[in-house]
């Protein structure tokens, strides 16, 4: 594929990283600016809010999104440093190879990861 | 396509001729030594190392990320257990780290997405000295998200080591 | 065209003050000139070696340095031609910035002036820096019009010229200005560690002929710079404009050339081949004027 296009992917996974992360670190992190909104300010990270994120599908799509464009957003960037610092011939697909493999062992966990928890996933 | 007729004999092979037996050069790459520092550079030199760190480190976190998330599967204790180890002082300074290097990326990527696609870049115009630059009409928007970075990072602060 | 329009050179306040001889400068009667040196025969890294010349007011690093090379150390080797800012040859790194040694005023550094040869560049001998690289690359983007096909009897022999409205020149007026010398590559922190890099000096060439109305060659040049060491290896770091000496701004350049990466060039078609200026058929109710007959 063109670099173009990659680096179009990019910046979009870029943009739609700033909406999809910026709701999950306020959930995570700024409970007081989301009281201030009018979410209920609950303990985020105990079991029972835990799985009942990932018991809801609405969650359950945004995680996906989540890991989809931070696992590509990521692995771009990675790329994009890799290859300017190092040159020498064969390295291009070498580092074209080991970000592919490292981005879909992360996103193929991560995808167990939210399917398992669902109820439908089975194993809670 | 090939070479119009007015440039001169291949560059390579004349480079080559001036090298061979001749003295050799110095090399004067400066390296990833020059993203840190390199001379009195425009401020978005310096946020373009800042936005790969911090790229670099939220790389780096998120396979770690999705690991603990799958810690869920094993059920509620081992999930206790985990979280118990990440109220660690240690690991809430490294939390408050990855807060900060979103924000940061975040903030400095929408600056970035605009003007990669030619916005707040202004036009080209003749260069009549003093020369117009495209980063300098910009700069108001570097400077405000940059405060807007400040103010995310030390609410941030507040909220993870302070409460 | 531009010329009337230049306006005159910002002068320091401290520089403008009257004062009869050495006003220039605040007082500064003489130059401390701190000099990188490397002998390719001898040295294995950049020795600094530090010489005074007597300050006269107006007085580049270039002046300053042709002082050395004529009264303290004729060994000295530094490029420069035309002394005006045009040829583009003396482009060094003088205290903290890429700059052309014709175009900086002493009085300017505060009379301690600190000289390197250009980073990013291999060094031939003290400031003498290879820009082979950079015109190599320069030549690599296609920096030329290309016309399309069946417009080559017209390159052979021009009947007439290409009408260009002023925004249609200002498109590409400002890249034009390039003297290829390389100040920007010095700048640039991605070609700080990726020789492979096509560079500021070349994108932004690119982008010039691809935003120029007359001009057809999208295609090759697309191939050039959508590669992994091409445009997307530019980060918007923006050295690269507040290195430029003559407001080419690279920088601008080569967000458009992304830009017409993704949406196409400003120009959807060239401008269209022309053919031979048809001439009217003589009017037989207006006659040529006739020339009066020669007196001499």
Known sequence: MRESKLWALHLFAGGALIVLLGVHMAVQHYPTLLGWLGWPQTDVRGFAAVAARGASSAWAVLYVLLLGFAVYHGMYGLRRVLHEVWYSPGAGRAIDLLVVVAGLVVFVYGLVVVFQAMPVGGAS | ?163 | MTMARVQERVVPAQQAAPGGEGAGGAGLSKVVLRVARFDPERDVRLRWQTFEVPYTPGMTVLDALIAVKEHHDGSLAFRSSCRMGVCGSCGMYVNGKPRLACQTQVSELGGTVEVAPLPNHDVIKDLVPDLSPTFERHRKVHPYIIRPAGDEPEMRSPTREFAQTPEEMERYLQFAYCLKCSLCVAACPTAATDPLFLGPQALAQAYRYVADSRDGGWAARADVVDGPHGVFSCHLAGACSEACPKGVDPALGIQLLKRTLLVGPPHPEPAPVIGPRQTPPPDPARPRPQAPPPTV
């Open chain 2, 1 to 163: 396509m090939a070479r119009p007729s007015w440039t001169d004999a291949s560059p390579a092979a004349d480079r080559q001729s001036r090298s061979s037996g001749s003295p050799r050069r110095l090399p004067n790459r400066l390296g990833v030594r020059g993203w840190a520092y390199a001379g009195r550079y425009p401020i978005e030199r310096y946020l373009y190392t800042l936005h790969r760190l911090s790229g670099l480190g939220l790389v780096l976190y998120l396979p770690l990320h999705v690991w603990v998330t799958g810690r869920r599967l094993q059920g509620p204790e081992v999930w206790a257990r985990t979280m118990a180890t990440l109220s660690h002082p240690v690991f809430a300074v490294g939390e408050m780290l990855v807060l900060a290097a979103f924000v940061f990326h975040a903030l400095n990527g929408v600056r970035l997405i605009l003007g990669h696609l030619g916005y707040t870049l202004g036009r080209p115009a003749e260069p009549v000295y003093p020369y117009p630059v495209a980063l300098r009409r910009q700069r108001p928007l570097t400077v405000a998200l940059m405060v807007a970075t400040a103010v995310f990072i030390a609410a941030g602060l507040w909220e993870i080591l302070i409460r």
